[in-house]
């Protein structure tokens, strides 16, 4: 029956913000929001503007505001989590409490959409308790951590000695977990330019030795290294006004020369032209000599800009040749 909150195929249909939708069936909570967004979002706006962003809203379905909105008040909300991480433990879930299948709604939203996306960013704010408190940009799980080393091991067969290299890596969080959790052996690098990286009480015990050295150098240094870790890398810088993207990246891939898999986390694609993780021509090398494995149990931490962690394998014909050379003598297999 039309107007029966309960009547799920009917509200899914109908457009949000609109008098087809009464505050029985949504609450009054969605006009407020309304207002609240177009505020904030549009305030200094002309009066077109204005319009089209309200118009943009309206357009929503009602299910769509409601995946929306059951991630209001979801994000850092996971206490345990962070006690685990204050204690330099790999936390075993997320930095949010959010069921699979909502997780899985909410990855299904177009956050190409400017409007949707304009609300999840409004919804979460700017807080981000890894990025204030502990100086992390990836999220650290056993969720998919676990995952994650077990493709990358099966890439090698009985062959594999473990040790890998980070570049950019920071405070070297994510090699500290790799090497205390999973028996790796990765060395971290950074040249300490980019980012300010957070040391306070919260990170004293997060963290391993990071040697000072730029990501070429370190590639050609470290040539025992079987596989590279790459943790948002940086992306095009904003400078005098003006956006201008950072090329140098693709002559970290050339250094490699697709040696072994890369681990990566960041984001594959660009967000109104402006790319943040990796260039474009670094993700275009990348797609080009490399084969993709997204982890799927990795969660991001920001609903709106869903980074993943991505296993890439070469391509090249030397890699598979000692790939099936590998496997052949982990089996025992005659390969002639």
């Known amino acids: ?22 505050a029985n ?137 473990g040790e890998g290299l980070e570049i950019m890596a920071g405070q070297g969080a994510l090699s ?34 990071v040697l000072e050295m730029d990501a070429v150098s370190a590639i050609r240094k470290n040539r025992q290294a079987e596989f590279l870790v790459i943790s948002w890398p940086p992306g095009d810088r904003e400078i005098q006004g003006g956006v201008i993207s950072n090329p140098n990246d693709v002559e970290i891939l050339d250094a490699w020369a697709c040696r072994g898999p890369i681990l990566f986390i960041g984001l594959r694609r660009s967000f109104a032209g402006v790319w943040l993780t990796g260039s474009e021509a670094f993700h275009k090398k990348l797609l080009k000599q490399y084969g993709s494995e997204v982890i799927e149990a990795y969660r991001s931490k920001s609903f709106a800009i869903r980074y993943e962690a991505v296993l890439f394998t070469p391509k090249n014909e030397r890699w598979v040749k000692s790939t099936v050379k590998n496997t052949a003598l982990a089996q025992g297999t005659e390969l002639f």
């Not at 769509?64 to 991630?71: F, L, N």
């Open 176 to 209: 500290h977990f790799l090497n205390e959790n999973y028996e790796l052996k990765v060395k971290a690098t950074d040249i300490f330019k980019t980012h300010q990286h957070i040391v306070s009480e919260a990170t004293h015990c997060i963290g391993v030795d």
């Open 1 to 22: 029956m039309e107007g029966d909150p309960s009547n799920t195929e009917a509200l899914e249909h109908k457009p949000l913000f609109s008098w087809q939708i009464t």
């Open 25 to 161: 069936e949504l609450s009054e909570e969605a006009e407020s929001l309304q207002e609240c967004y177009i505020n904030e979002m549009y305030g200094d706006c002309n009066v077109d503007e204005y319009e089209e962003a309200r118009r943009g809203l309206n357009a929503i379905s009602a299910a769509t505001y409601q995946d929306i909105m059951s991630v209001k008040g979801v994000a850092d909300n996971n206490a345990d989590y962070y006690q685990q991480l204050r204690a330099g433990n790999l936390p075993s879930d997320y930095t949010y409490q959010l069921s699979e299948d909502k997780w899985q709604r909410i990855k299904a939203l177009n956050v190409g959409n400017i409007y949707i996306f304009g609300l999840l960013r409004y919804l979460e704010g700017e807080n981000s308790k890894l990025e204030d408190d502990f100086g992390l940009y990836f999220v650290p799980s056993k969720a998919w951590m676990g995952i994650a080393v077990d493709k990358l091991r099966a890439k090698f067969s009985r062959e594999f000695s």
